[in-house]
């Protein structure tokens, strides 16, 4: 199967409507699903304004007001980053865009209620026509897709249409369905370009077809700023134990037989917990490693018990093969 981002999809969005502070073209309804008619999702506000697109505005839909002035070099670092993170929502949320120096008396006013305007860029979230939070800097986009999270959160439970989306696609991987969840896991890409948990959702989706080469291609292309990211060192992790399994996989019933007739070849135990996590058989595979320890902890540097940790590593922190598998281990190492 192909790699799907890109295949059969329009170029992700970069941000609708971003530019320079005060020159946003503002997305008309209709530009984003799930947005409600009678507004803008991104917006420049004003003095005459801001009472109609934030205040009244967040009745119905939190708003979060970006302030800024054309001299804030860290302003024009956020505002591109904030843009995608609103845009990604889909009109779950909305942004408006004020320049303090366009608009000093709406600024003094707001500093006289209590908003440390004194410091830009400073992002408020409005609901109910009240501040419900803020933060101040140009913060990574992590962060910013966080603070809109708890926004959505506090404003009533609501949460980001990629939140949704991770849900079904994992879902349709544990439903036997990776195609369709590797479409999902894309989707949020297209709007979401770092998210870790869809990165390696495509690509565990991607091995779950089999096809290793998407797989790979997929993770060559997870952005820098994420590419340490546990959701990523998982799958790396997976993908490499697959490609080493499946040189091996064939000759299971002879490492068996090896391992029966001497059972300290640790080689053919090391490859037949390559082979049997291969398979899914995750139990098993660690239980060959841990007869290594058992036997000879220190052999090879300790080769079985690296070999083990990236099993727990791939297979992910939560999975029953890891919890029990690290319960033994500890019992051995520590009895």
Not at 128 to 139: E, M
Not at 212 to 241: F, K, N, S, Y
Not at 316 to 335: E, I, K, N, Y
Request: charged share 25%; with cysteine; proline share 5%.
């Amino acid at each position: 199967m192909d790699y799907i981002i890109g295949q059969n999809r329009s170029a992700p969005p970069t941000g609708s409507g971003a530019g320079r502070h005060g020159e946003t073209t503002p997305v008309t309804p209709g530009t984003a699903p799930g947005q409600k008619a009678g507004g803008d999702i991104i917006m420049d506000g004003t003095e005459a304004n801001f009472m109609q697109i934030v205040l009244e505005a967040s009745r119905n839909v939190p708003v979060l007001v970006d302030f800024w002035a054309d001299w804030c070099g860290p302003c024009k670092q956020l505002t591109p980053v904030i843009e995608r993170v609103v845009t990604a929502a889909k009109g779950r949320v909305r942004l408006v865009k004020v320049d303090i120096e366009a608009n000093r008396n709406l600024a003094a006013q707001l500093t006289r209620v209590g908003l440390p305007l004194q410091s830009i860029p400073m992002v408020a979230a409005f609901w109910k026509g009240q501040i419900l939070d803020l933060f101040q800097g140009a913060l990574p986009e992590s962060q910013v897709k966080q603070f809109v999270e708890t926004v959505l959160k506090a404003a009533g439970g609501g949460t980001l249409p990629s939140a949704d989306l991770l849900v079904e696609a994992g879902a349709a991987m544990e439903a036997g369905e990776p195609a369709r969840a590797a479409e999902l896991y894309s989707s949020v890409l297209e709007d979401e370009a770092e998210n870790p948990a869809a990165w390696g959702g495509l690509i565990r989706a991607m091995m779950a077809l089999d096809d290793e080469e998407a797989a790979a291609a997929a993770l060559a292309d997870v952005p820098a700023a994420i590419a340490t990211h546990p959701e990523i060192e998982g799958a790396r992790a997976e993908l490499e134990l697959k490609r080493e399994g499946r040189k091996v996989a064939g000759e299971a019933d002879e490492l068996r037989k090896r391992i029966a007739a001497n059972p300290d070849d640790f080689e053919a135990r090391m490859d037949l917990a390559n082979a049997l996590n291969v398979a899914g058989h995750r139990e098993e595979a660690a239980s060959e490693l841990l007869a290594i320890i058992k036997a000879d902890r220190d052999w090879k540097e300790g080769a079985a018990k690296q070999l083990l940790f990236k099993f727990f590593e791939a297979w992910g922190h939560t999975d029953p093969a890891t919890v029990s598998s690290r319960r033994r281990l500890s019992s051995m190492l520590f009895s």
